[in-house]
């Protein structure tokens, strides 16, 4: 198993890659880029802890709700926390959401 440090370090070497790899298009489309990754749009990174909601629970609904994948949302259950990747406007509008589900819920009597 990865600390949550190694596994933050091994999503901001391979996400790139990864998008890199998904963003190719097929040979009836344009051809893909060349430049090389260090010069393709940058992904931005956030931990995002969370007060009151489970760090699973909401990346399950993030998952569900959320039709653009541009952001990759990770749950470290360790420090109950959220790691967002994408660029900088999706991760923003991610955290918008994230800010309102992580709310107290009053205890039901």
């Known amino acids: 198993m990865f600390t949550s440090t190694t596994r933050a370090a ?19 489309g344009p051809a893909p880029t060349t430049a090389p990754i260090a010069q393709q749009a940058p992904s931005q990174f956030e931990i995002i802890p969370l007060r009151f909601a489970s760090a699973h ?8 709700v959320i039709e653009n994948r541009a952001v990759r949302i990770e749950a470290d259950g360790r420090t109950n926390s959220l790691v967002l990747a994408g660029a900088n406007a999706d991760i923003e509008r991610v955290k918008a959401l994230i800010a309102r589900l992580d709310i107290e819920v009053p205890a039901k009597r």
């Not at 990864?18 to 097929?26: P, R, V």
Request: glycine fraction near 0%; aromatic fraction near 0%.
């Open 57 to 64: 629970e909401l990346a399950k609904l993030l998952h569900d």
């Open 10 to 28: 091994l999503l901001a070497a391979l996400l790139p890659l990864a998008l890199a790899a998904c963003t190719s298009t097929s040979s009836s």
